[in-house]
């Protein structure tokens, strides 16, 4: 009998601790777990993708390389070509004009509308009366020749002569020409009346290098700056 009560007592004490237990652990508060160290931001590096890397440039916009190297070859060469042609007729109308000799394939004809020999021995063919217009022709095809080089075009740039320095001034020259040349036409065909078939073929050869310079600067753009210029104009 006293052992049925201690196994009962036992039992009671058991359930007791069992409920009390539970009890502790409802009313105990969740633990949470707190990082030891601050969380570190990882940052992901920029990629280019390939085809971002490697899109040309807009389509009818050169872009800087082409603009460095100026005109393709033909360009170059066919200015060239133009320049020698022009400087050769003015060597032979110098000549002619010193020399008083009739210009070769001439006509000479006063009543018709080509007569050379009327162009080149007429009051406008001196400037102020002192220098023969023969004379600038050839003095401004004699440094047309170099300018409308290839070595030229392709000029890089040396010291304070920048590639842009010499595409001014070959564009301003051609221009220069150009006005001079529109005069001779008003002055051969309102003053003098007569046309010389040498002239017109110097104005002909002036007007297309004239045309080619205001293609190769509205496309290409006048040269690269040298590199001290472009220092002077970022300081400043």
């Known amino acids: 009998m006293a052992n049925s009560k201690s196994k009962a007592r036992a039992q009671a004490q058991q359930r007791a601790r069992a409920q009390a237990k539970k009890a502790a652990a409802r009313t105990a508060p969740p633990v949470r777990a707190t990082p030891t160290s601050p969380a570190r931001s990882v940052s992901r590096p920029v990629t ?16 800087e390389a082409a603009i460095a190297e100026g005109p393709p070859s033909w360009f170059q060469w066919t200015t ?4 020698l042609l022009g400087l050769g007729i003015s060597i032979y109308e110098t000549y002619a004009h010193y020399t008083g000799n009739k210009l070769a394939g001439c006509s000479a004809n006063p009543h018709g509308t080509f007569d ?14 002192v220098i023969p217009v023969a004379i600038l022709g050839l003095a401004f095809y004699v440094a047309a020749v170099p300018l409308f080089s290839p070595w030229c075009w392709r000029f890089a740039g040396r010291g304070r002569v920048s590639q842009q320095l010499v595409g001014r001034l070959r564009l301003a020259s051609i221009i220069i020409g150009m006005g001079f040349v ?27 290098l004239f045309c080619m310079t205001l293609v190769a600067a509205a496309w290409w753009g006048l040269g690269q700056r040298s ?8 300081t400043s």
């Open 116 to 129: 050379c020999t009327a162009v080149i021995t007429s009051s406008q063919s001196m400037v102020f009366n």
């Open 227 to 234: 590199v001290p210029e472009a220092k002077r104009d970022a």
């Open 182 to 208: 529109v005069y001779l036409i008003y002055a051969e065909v309102y003053q003098i009346g007569q046309v010389c078939e040498y002239c017109t073929g110097v104005h002909i050869v002036t007007f297309l």
């Open 80 to 83: 060239l070509v133009l320049a």
């Open 48 to 63: 280019v993708t390939a085809t971002a890397a490697a899109s040309p440039p807009d389509a009818g916009e050169p872009d």
